[in-house]
């Protein structure tokens, strides 16, 4: 199992831009969740998701959306990038049965927006 | 809502001393608790987590927490750290109902000194 990927590792956009984070999950996972970590703050939640075609905001979800097309998918898009955008995002996968609070982190997305 | 409070934003320490680190949540109802580990440029590992039954945890790499209900904690110890542990530590709680979605903490920096 590749577990939880994303893409791309870095990005650099300018104000203004629009693009889309990618995250699957082959865990076959119910939950999935977007998080943003900034220093000082640790992380936050972003929008998650409890099944295909179910989504909800989390803390902070002001400039970002999301859809679940699909159980293994679960994209987050960035429409008009801000500087206050600037972040480390995680996307998290979490099991709905079994071991239902162990949550897996994938590596991360850099996005840098200048 | 939940809030998590990390004590210390860095903690320096000398190879093979002790070191514990230091969570406190704030919560209306019952939580799960977890403590995180974020090596360097990479995604979140689970170390350990509290559902339930005996308040010391032990977890991977040699660490081990305790949940204080009175006290609302939920220290992070080892009794000797080794170079490796150089990272940074995330407490995090989440209610039994909420999808699995977690609120963290502000973060911990470990720095193992030889």
């Known amino acids: 199992n590749a577990g939880v990927t994303q893409t791309p590792k870095f990005q650099v956009l300018k104000t203004g831009q629009s693009m889309t984070l990618q995250c699957a999950q082959d865990m076959n996972h119910e939950y999935m969740s977007w998080y943003r970590q900034d220093p000082g703050m640790g992380l936050r939640l972003i929008h998650y998701?409890?099944?295909?075609?179910?989504?909800d905001q989390g803390e902070v979800p002001n400039g970002y959306n999301v859809s679940r097309s699909t159980t293994e998918d679960f994209p987050l898009r960035l429409l008009s990038a801000a500087p206050s955008q600037t972040s480390v995002y995680f996307c998290?996968?979490?099991?709905?049965?079994?071991?239902?609070?162990?949550?897996?982190f994938g590596p991360g997305t850099r996005l840098l927006v200048l | 809502a939940q809030s998590v409070t990390q004590l210390d934003s860095q903690v320096p320490v000398f190879e093979e001393a002790p070191v514990e680190l230091r969570c406190n949540y704030s919560?209306?109802?019952?939580?799960?608790l977890f403590w995180y580990v974020q090596y360097p440029n990479q995604g979140l590992q689970l170390l350990l987590k509290?559902?339930?039954?005996?308040?010391l945890v032990k977890g991977i790499n040699g660490f081990e927490a305790e949940f204080n209900k009175s006290q609302t904690s939920f220290h992070l110890r080892k009794p000797s750290v080794h170079i490796s542990d150089t990272a940074e530590y995330f407490c995090a709680v989440s209610r039994g109902t909420s999808y699995g979605k977690l609120t963290f903490g502000q973060g911990t920096i470990l720095t193992v000194h030889p």
């Open positions: 509290y559902l339930s039954g005996s308040t």
């Open positions: 919560s209306s109802v019952s939580v799960y």
């Open positions: 998701s409890v099944g295909a075609g179910i989504t």
């Open positions: 998290a996968s979490r099991s709905a049965s079994g071991d239902k609070e162990t949550q897996y």
